[in-house]
């Protein structure tokens, strides 16, 4: 039935005297599945990114963070984490009477990593756009 060239564990169950097979990974860390399987199997989608950030590569972006803060500068690059790399990046100082109130003064911070789960909030300095909800179903 199994042939030496097959990365398989067979175990046997004593108590259904039922053969139950495992896979586990090649050399190459890839599950390999007969012919028979990877008909059956359904085809695996590659995991997409809800925003497309492309097209904002070495453009002014203005980011809000979770915690209130606000900074903006030019993206440099990002991944399907939506970790940011930002240059040239300036924070917003809030006001320390009123905590989620913005002031005119910024500080300079540089080149940045800003951390994807953190984000709450990407739009371009120069202005937004609308776009088609992702979550609903077109027609």
């Not at 007969?34 to 085809?43: D, N, Q, R, T």
Request: glycine share 6%; hydrophobic share 35%.
């Amino acid at each position: 039935m199994f042939d030496s060239n097959h990365d398989y564990d067979i175990y046997h169950y004593q108590k259904f005297k039922q053969i139950s097979i495992f896979r586990i990974p090649s050399a190459d860390n890839e599950f390999k599945m007969s012919g028979k399987e990877a008909a059956s199997a359904p085809e695996k989608k590659k995991k997409e990114s809800i925003l497309d950030l492309t097209r904002y590569l070495e453009k002014a972006i203005r980011v809000k963070f979770s915690g209130g803060r606000e900074v903006s500068g030019i993206l440099k690059g990002f991944d399907p984490l939506v970790n940011l790399v930002l240059d040239n990046t300036l924070e917003y100082l809030r006001d320390p009477d009123e905590p989620m109130k913005l002031t005119e003064d910024t500080r300079t911070l540089g080149l940045v990593v800003c951390r994807g789960t953190s984000i709450v909030l990407i739009c371009p300095v120069d202005g937004m756009e609308a776009i088609a909800n992702p979550f609903v179903q077109q027609d």
